[in-house]
């Protein structure tokens, strides 16, 4: 079954430098949520979208921003990145209202700050 | 959302049933009790959810009683592959996000 992809997988960046995060989710899912999750931390959400638009933000800070398309792809934005932006970033998809409410997570994106 | 507690760290050997229980004493009548596993550096990876009584599925059961203050997460015969983060939710169905506490961190030694 397809599964929700990310990419990349891996990114190196520098300290001020800007990153973006693909997210593909999975077919007919039309909701997407991304969270971060520092070395031996748990997983935090960020922020939400559900057919186009936001709909639910969490701890995000002001340098990111995230948008969904019309394909129901997602990108999260990341600027002026710092050395605590350094985490594993995992999206997920789920159709809303859907049997169990399930979020489906994707390999996730492993961003290191230099 | 109501808050979560379970417990940091369960150790089992290969082949047991292993029970690990969730405290949500603040849970909601339309909360619903959710649990997720995560090996590392993947994503988490839903196991099951349930209102109340008993659930059970390929892979788990679980176990709500009637007053819903806690859950039981309940893993049969695990093995080396179960090694993993459990990590129980609380909260409405359609919810936007999910609120990720302290997982519990469950160790199969062989």
């Known amino acids: 079954a397809a599964g929700v992809i990310q990419s990349p997988r891996h990114l190196i960046k520098e300290k001020r430098e800007t990153a973006t995060l693909k997210c593909y989710p999975i077919?007919?899912?039309?909701?997407v949520y991304w969270y971060q999750q520092g070395p031996g931390q748990d997983p935090q959400f960020l922020i939400s979208?559900?057919?186009?638009?936001?709909?639910d933000k969490g701890s995000i800070p002001d340098r990111f921003s995230a948008q969904q398309f019309s394909d129901y792809h997602s990108e999260l934005n990341m600027s002026s990145l710092e050395l605590g932006d350094s985490a594993l970033y995992f999206c997920a998809s789920t159709i809303m209202g859907g049997v169990a409410d399930t979020q489906y997570f994707g390999p996730g994106t492993r961003l290191t700050v230099l | 959302l109501a808050k979560t507690t379970q417990p940091i760290s369960m150790d089992s050997y290969e082949g047991q049933e292993v029970n690990i229980t969730c405290s949500h004493n603040n849970i909601a009548t339309n909360d619903y009790i959710t649990w997720y596993q995560q090996f590392p550096s993947q994503g988490p990876r839903f196991i099951i959810q349930?209102?109340?009584t008993k659930v059970t599925n390929e892979v788990a059961s679980l176990f709500i009683p009637a007053d819903r203050k806690s859950s039981t997460l309940s893993l049969p015969r695990v093995s080396l592959s179960d090694t993993a983060v459990y990590y129980c939710?609380?909260?409405?169905?359609?919810?936007?996000?999910?609120?990720f506490g302290t997982g519990t961190r469950l160790t199969v030694i062989p």
């Open positions: 939710l609380v909260g409405p169905r359609g919810a936007n996000n999910l609120f």
């Open positions: 077919p007919r899912h039309d909701t």
């Open positions: 349930g209102y109340k």
């Open positions: 979208f559900y057919e186009k638009m936001q709909s």
